[in-house]
């Protein structure tokens, strides 16, 4: 029993040091008041972003694709998510524009229109993963803000107009904060999810993700990760596929495969450190689990990247 009551604290605790995580990678990008025919384009991003519209309407979408664009309105907050190429324009269908062009369109004497926007780091591989777990993409509209988060859009939107002295410090501090709860609204928002980012809103599977992450090369048999969420083997296997959609083996895999993709992609590791790391006996090992869910080799996806 004591165990039991303990859960919830440490599961808490565990999700805190990620928000904490998030907000210490916030980091102020661009601002400013948009006129004339703009487009911000952004192109394969290295980081996770932000985007607050504070004054005027825009559209949102992706180039070369077919998915429709998206209005938005003063008020609207976009998380974009690492390497999703995306564009904010006064036009629904853009014209192709480089970053380096950008401040030709920044003249906030001229304000019609305006955008804040923000990189997030991932200050370590845990955080990193769960930004893999995200949504490519997330639109939360004012209207379905919480409180909390309409009056912070609300503060940076003044500071961002009135522009005293001492404003982008200050928006730089909002932003921490909008940071978390955009996350932490991600994570808990009752809205159909699959696989281990719904595990995230599971107060039994939360830490066991977590730990998961922190430790892909551990031991994760079922046995070991019923004992983890203070669960019997069978109710834990039932209570994952029930939140997952996903075997207990299969959350494993699906967990692993975000770190090697993560690792593939941002470092030179060879591949018998990854393998290692991810608790695979050699490359060969690795590589076979890698193409099964891939479907291409670890070293085809690393040069193609």
Known sequence: MTETTEQPTKTTGTVDALLNQVAQGTEFHFQSGLCGDWTLMAEEPEKAALHLITEGNCWFGFPSSQAAVTELHAGDIIFVNQGISHFLSDQPIPAHISESDIPNF?????????????????????????????????????????????????????????????????????????????????ITSHQELKGPLAALQDRHLRTLVLAIIDEPGGNWSVEAMAEKVYLSPSAFADRCQKQTGMAPKKLVDQLRLQRARMLLTNTTLPLELIAEQLGYQSATAFSRFFKRYQGVSASHFRNDD
């Open 106 to 186: 920044c003249q906030p004497e001229h304000q019609q229109n305006g955008v804040v926007c923000y990189d997030i780091n991932s200050p370590s591989q845990t955080t990193d993963t769960v930004f893999r777990l995200l949504p490519p993409w997330v639109i939360l509209n004012q209207e379905h803000q919480a409180n909390e988060m309409r009056v912070l859009i609300n503060m940076i939107r003044s500071e961002t107009k009135t522009g005293q002295p001492g404003s982008q410090a200050i928006v730089q501090r909002l932003s921490d904060v909008l940071a978390i709860h955009l996350l932490r609204a991600v």
